[in-house]
């Protein structure tokens, strides 16, 4: 497995807990920090994908 993978799905993971952490509190800020970091998770994932299915030959 790729290591973007890995990395992809941490910060997704993260990015999740600091959105709705910001949304709880009332933090517009951490809400769209948590929010751009969950979603580049999201791509670096898809990355790490793309490289894994590379290496298999799809």
Known sequence: ???NRTEGTKHEVKGAVKEVAGKVTGNKAKEAAGNIEKNAG???KEVGKAADDARKGK
Request: glycine share 0%; aromatic share 0%.
């Open 1 to 3: 497995m790729d290591k």
């Open 42 to 44: 999201k791509v670096q």
